[in-house]
């Protein structure tokens, strides 16, 4: 998250992290609250909040580990976005993945079966569960609002996560199933 502020600064855009330590509470590992107030204020202050998977309290465990995609899946409702941005380190969701040989451009609930029978985690550790875990779960999130589309790109070389920003659609995008069929490139 660090690494997407500091492009965003270098890119001019006035960001400002949220973690969900200091916006959420989770109960047995599901994000159950959220308080809003505090994005909508850095958006009509002309700042851009950015939120990240991170550390949560949570009234049973004491403590868990919600994912980015639990973060925008508990801000949603609240915030009715347009689109979603996340940028990691993978160019995209791959068809073929580990050999990363073809990049899907776009899926649907639909056309996962399809486009990305070979879906997984990661290459290495991740608590949050991996692609498979994040596309299932923003797969779910376009099916309840479908005029959302989620972009998942890596913001590694430089001018992409600026390019996001200004509109384009970098790596996967992910859409409700009336959209077009999917695409690979």
Not at 20 to 37: C, F, I, N, Q
Not at 113 to 118: K, R, S
Request: charge should be negative; include cysteine; glycine fraction near 10%.
């Amino acid at each position: 998250n660090q690494l997407v502020l500091e492009a965003l600064a270098e890119a001019g855009v006035p960001a400002i992290a949220f973690p969900p330590s200091a916006t959420m509470l989770a109960r047995d590992g599901k994000a159950v609250w959220v308080e809003v107030r505090p994005l909508i204020a850095a958006l009509m202050h002309g700042l851009v909040p950015v939120v990240q998977g991170d550390v949560a309290f949570d009234t049973r465990r004491g403590g868990t580990i919600l994912s980015t995609e639990d973060v925008f899946t508990a801000l949603a409702p609240r915030l009715g976005p347009g689109r979603i941005l996340l940028a990691g380190i993978e160019e995209g969701v791959w068809a073929d993945f580990p050999r990363c040989s073809r990049l899907i451009e776009a899926l649907t609930p639909a056309s996962l079966p399809q486009e990305a029978p070979f879906l997984s985690g990661s290459r290495g550790i991740d608590v949050t569960g991996g692609m498979r875990d994040k596309v299932l779960s923003m797969l779910q999130l376009v099916s309840v609002y479908p005029a959302l589309t989620v972009s998942i790109f890596s913001a590694v070389q430089p001018g992409v996560l600026q390019a996001a920003l200004l509109g384009e659609s970098p790596g996967t995008t992910l859409q409700a199933d009336s959209s077009p069929s999917s695409l690979t490139r």
